[in-house]
């Protein structure tokens, strides 16, 4: 009976262990209500930012892959990001697909607290939302301005919601696009753009009275292009009605140089107000 105990109680211990650690995983479901679904609370990813347009749909194929780096004190995030753009009829309409196909992110136990998150990194492969994109050319003008409109939808294809990174909800957003030519050389080597846009943002929620939150997205910002060399710095902002964490503010500069149809872009984005990320990124665009 003795040797007996000495199996069985080892045996029992582990069955309770191994039944704690499945309880504590799936045990976040149950406090899910205690999420809150807006960006100062979610992974840098979760809600992604419109990018502000020049008013123009560009002619010519585009494949991106793009690796980025966001940091802050309580999340370091590592992410793979690629896109593929297409345009139709003569530059009229044109399609997007884009999304984070990977990503690695730690998070210190203040962070995961804050968060009503489960983990500080990811037990499996992180992967991110698609996001698809349509824009209009509604209005070319070189006299006047140009305008571009978009439409576009966030699917509810990321993971790891447990650990407050994707939203497992849809999001999508309109918006108007206008810019406009300030200044450009006879030769064409030199030009300097302005560009403005707004809309409105629109996510899911687990709230059970408020379903979604809705929003306004703004910005603006000016591109200026000196032969091969480009720079381009813009401010976009969401504004959701809740107050709780949905305002976020990220400026944001580009430098990008293209050599024979390849494009080698560096960015850097300063997080303000709900964004609490500062973002690094550099990628590779090769147009067709």
């Given amino acids: 009976m003795h040797n007996l105990y000495k199996v069985f109680l080892p045996v029992l211990f582990g069955i309770f262990v191994i039944s704690g650690s499945i309880y504590c995983q799936d045990d976040w479901r149950a406090n899910m209500d205690k999420l809150n679904y807006s960006a100062r609370y979610f992974g840098p990813n979760a809600f992604p930012y419109p ?21 802050y004190k309580g999340d370091q995030t590592k992410d793979f990001f690629a896109r593929l753009y297409i345009p139709i009829a003569d530059g009229k309409v044109a399609f997007e697909i884009s999304g984070v196909i990977v990503e690695d992110y730690k998070m210190t136990p203040e962070t995961r607290d804050e968060r009503m998150a489960y983990a500080l990194e ?29 439409v576009n939808l966030k699917t509810a294809s990321g993971n790891r919601l447990v650990d407050a990174r994707y939203t497992d909800a849809v999001s999508y957003w309109f918006d108007a696009h206008i810019g406009r030519n300030l200044y450009q050389s006879t030769d064409q080597t030199f030009s300097l753009r302005a560009q403005i846009m707004g809309g409105f943002y629109c996510w899911m929620t687990n709230n059970l009275v408020h379903r979604q939150n809705d929003a306004l997205v703004f910005g603006g910002g000016l591109t200026g292009k000196v032969r091969a060399f480009s720079l381009n710095t813009d401010l976009i902002g969401i504004y959701g009605y809740k107050g709780n964490g949905d305002r ?24 303000i107000k709900d964004n609490l990320y500062d973002s690094y990124s550099i990628a590779y665009i090769r147009c067709f």
């Fill in 122 to 150: 990811s037990p499996i492969s992180c992967h991110g939302d698609a996001i698809i994109s349509t824009y209009f050319q509604l209005l070319r003008s070189k006299k006047w301005v140009d305008i571009l409109a978009s």
């Fill in 248 to 271: 976020p503010l990220s400026l944001r500069t580009k430098l990008e140089y293209e050599l024979k149809k390849n494009i080698l872009s560096i960015r850097y984005r300063h997080g």
């Fill in 51 to 71: 990018e502000v347009q020049s008013g123009l749909n560009r002619n010519r194929w585009e494949i991106e892959a793009r690796g980025e780096y966001h940091h």
